[in-house]
């Protein structure tokens, strides 16, 4: 199957700094790549829809701010963590889908992000 | 909105016994049906999907799932489990129609333990 790359898979950072995490589809082009945030125990929660040259849409409750989102070309998105604080310490993962895969979605391995 | 439930949190079962995994999700109008597998330190990897046709959908590893529609279910079955099996896993549904990456709505998932 496809396959989707992100990295770092795990970053501990200090409290007030930015962490960028990438996403990258290894061979395919995704027109739209998602965020995804995961609780301990909980389910995925979307973050946001990135769709390639254009500004990601946001889901309800998710700072635009806080969450910069950026997918400059279709095998790249980035998700920048701004003054990253110990509440944003989670397991984020990114996952995309090509305009040829009929909806199914290939998902990154996460990103363990731990705020100190 | 759509929404998913999975009503088994933990599942616990013995080598070689049949496991069945309920999903429901709400939503009167078309949907696709996914179930995604994580195993332990890994990324999610899709196991089966429904988009339409035949309503039993067969899988990966010995999985086949079963849409019912009167029912708004989209059950997970497995005749004989392995101690391999052992992972999370999550039920997801997107609005059909198909031929675009649509965002997924995760159930919070079942964490099934298989034990030797």
């Known amino acids: 199957g496809a396959v989707v790359s992100q990295h770092p898979s795990r970053v501990i950072c200090k409290s007030g700094t930015s962490v960028k995490i990438e996403c990258r589809s290894l061979d395919f082009q995704a027109t739209t790549m998602f965020w995804y945030r995961q609780f301990p125990k909980q389910s995925l929660m979307l973050m946001a829809t990135?769709?390639?040259?254009?500004?990601?849409?946001?889901e309800q409750g998710v700072e635009k701010d806080k969450f910069l989102i950026n997918h400059a070309s279709l095998t790249l998105s980035t998700l920048t963590v701004t003054s990253a604080h110990p509440e944003d310490s989670s397991f984020y993962i990114c996952?995309?889908?090509?305009?040829?895969?009929?909806?199914?979605?290939?998902f990154g391995a996460g990103t363990r992000l731990s705020v100190l | 909105a759509q929404s998913v439930s999975q009503h088994n949190h933990h599942v616990i079962l013995s080598e070689a016994a049949s496991l069945e995994l309920g999903c429901n999700y709400s939503?009167?109008?078309?949907?696709?049906l996914f179930w995604y597998v994580q195993y332990p330190g890994q990324h999610l990897q899709l196991l089966l999907k429904y988009f339409s046709g035949d309503p039993l959908v067969k899988g990966i590893k010995g999985f086949e799932a079963e849409f019912i529609k009167s029912k708004f279910s989209f059950n997970l079955r497995k005749p004989s489990v392995q101690w391999s099996d052992t992972a999370e896993y999550f039920c997801a549904v997107n609005i059909a129609p198909s031929g675009s990456a649509r965002q997924l709505t995760f159930g919070s998932g079942t964490q099934l333990t298989v034990l030797p």
């Open positions: 996952s995309a889908g090509g305009s040829g895969a009929k909806n199914i979605q290939y």
């Open positions: 990135s769709n390639e040259g254009s500004k990601a849409t946001y």
């Open positions: 939503y009167g109008g078309t949907v696709n």
